[in-house]
């Protein structure tokens, strides 16, 4: 366990985040590692197959992982201010909450599966394989949920490094599944979803047994499923406000999905392989971001609010130097980053969907300066318990992806683009490649001035003995 109200702030930043960097980088091996195997053994197609339902994917997740995130907010509260029953009763709280949400999500994935692959335009080339790849991991949620709700609460109370130690396992296991069901018995990409979930199963197993061997003060028993107004109240806004801020944004990926499957399968792999790469390098933003919440919340409990303000301070700093290293990244070995995926790089058709691959990504990676600002700053709202502003810059997002599809493609040609490396070749979908740097540049310019605004009328003073532990 860590307690981030005492010591330096940057140390304890930088030692909380690296395990959950890490545990993010082997979550996303999960994805990647089947995007390879599928892209190498399969096809192209296959990755479109797979890139097409990544939206709804994606939401499905967030919609769990912010509610548990946001519920870990208050846990992490009550063990700051060193009320262990509420912390207690805050737990068996969010496991009522978490698990009825991961139902309606799986009943609704269930009736809805199929009207929703034609919504987003799922060419029948595809169809069938973007189905089967969802079915599979709708209802593999039930895993997901449970890891992410027993790793929610051992980082609430400062602890990292275990959650990333099961992820390293079961990545392994999820690599050598892949390969298995895949290579070997020929599954296609239904075993690379089955792959997946058994790793997400073994995670969540392992991790339940060093709860109960370990950390046994972080148990409920029936005496805690206690609600109150009040605290569910409290709950629910820091839960499924999260919940909310997430999912509006993967609701406007998904409208953006939308648009992008018009364009031919070529471009929906170009789009897919780029994506990818792109959600590893902005994990450094995501893993800095989430030890703000934890690091926020904690010493809020606390009532330190010198320290707060050194810590986001610090944070800003990472998140910058990581944005620096990133653009030199993507500048110089893009091709070879965008290589481990796509196949065939040596035809004409394998470069061109590489080169609209790296092209996507250069544009991207330059943005990541107000990236950065945006994820870390909106982590810190949240984190002090301000959830308003966060949530409507995820709404003004998910306009703005709205408009990238009425709007952005046909302004630059329509659908009628083709993969290639220039601006000119690629039409329409240049409007997808300049859609997010447009709105993380004014959503960070917006939540950058808000954060100010409030980090200035905190108290200066903290309220237990004015401690200003490590500054």
């Not at 390969?179 to 979930?197: E, I, K, N, P, Y």
């Not at 499923?225 to 605290?231: K, N, Q």
């Not at 070529?266 to 971001?289: E, G, N, Y």
């Not at 030890?291 to 320290?307: E, H, M, P």
Request: contains cysteine.
């Amino acid at each position: 366990m860590k307690d981030l109200t005492k010591g330096r702030p940057i140390k304890l930043i930088a030692l909380f985040a690296l395990p959950i960097l890490l545990g993010n980088i082997f979550q996303q091996t999960y994805s990647l590692a089947d995007i390879m195997i599928i892209g190498q053994n399969l096809g192209n197609n296959s990755i479109a197959a797979v890139g097409t339902t990544a939206p709804v994917v994606s939401l499905m997740f967030n919609i769990i992982n912010g509610s548990i995130t946001g519920f870990a907010i208050i846990v992490a509260k009550h063990f700051g201010a060193g009320d262990y029953d509420e912390m207690h009763r805050t737990i068996a709280r969010m496991s009522v909450f978490a698990g009825g949400l991961t139902v309606l999500i799986i009943a609704a994935m269930t009736v809805f599966i199929d009207p929703l692959l034609h919504a987003l335009d799922v060419t029948e080339g595809i169809f069938a394989e973007a189905r089967s790849y969802l079915i599979i991991v709708t209802f593999g949620l039930v895993v997901t949920l449970l890891y992410n709700f027993e790793a929610g609460i051992l980082r609430a109370v400062g602890d990292s490094v275990i959650p990333l130690v099961i992820l390293v396992i079961s990545t392994v296991l999820n690599i050598g599944f892949d390969l298995l069901l895949v290579c070997v018995f020929h599954m296609g990409v239904v075993g690379a979803a089955l792959a997946t979930v058994i790793a997400q199963a073994v995670s969540a197993g392992v991790c339940l047994v060093y709860l109960i061997k370990r950390r046994p003060f972080l148990l409920v028993g029936k005496k805690d499923f206690v609600f109150t107004a009040r605290t569910t109240a409290e709950l629910l806004s820091a839960g499924f406000g999260m919940a909310l801020m997430y999912s509006i944004i993967d609701i406007g990926s998904i409208i953006l999905q939308n648009g992008i499957n018009g364009f031919k399968e070529d471009m929906i792999t170009a789009h897919t392989a780029a994506r990818k790469i792109l959600m590893l390098l902005i994990m450094p933003f995501s893993s800095v971001s989430a030890t703000l919440i934890t690091y926020c919340s904690q010493n809020l409990g606390a009532g330190k609010f010198t320290r707060i303000r050194k810590g986001i301070k610090d944070c800003m700093l990472i998140m910058m130097a990581w944005a620096t290293i990133a653009v030199v990244l993507v500048f110089l070995g893009g091709h070879a980053l965008v290589g481990l995926i796509v196949n065939d790089m040596d035809t004409p058709t394998g470069a061109a969907i590489a080169d609209t691959a790296v092209l996507y990504l250069r544009w991207s990676v330059v943005f990541f300066y107000p990236l950065a600002l945006l994820l870390g700053l909106r982590c810190s709202l949240q984190g002090l318990g301000k959830s308003v502003v966060p949530i409507i810059c995820s709404i003004i997002e998910c306009l703005w992806k709205i408009v990238t599809v009425v709007v952005m493609i046909p302004l630059f040609g329509g659908k009628n683009g083709t993969v290639g490396s220039s601006i000119e070749q690629i039409g329409g979908y240049f409007g997808v490649v300049l859609s997010e740097p447009m709105i993380w540049t004014a959503c960070g310019i917006v939540i950058g001035i808000i954060t100010l605004v409030t980090l200035y009328h905190m108290p200066r003073e903290d309220l237990k003995n004015n401690v200003k532990d490590g500054l």
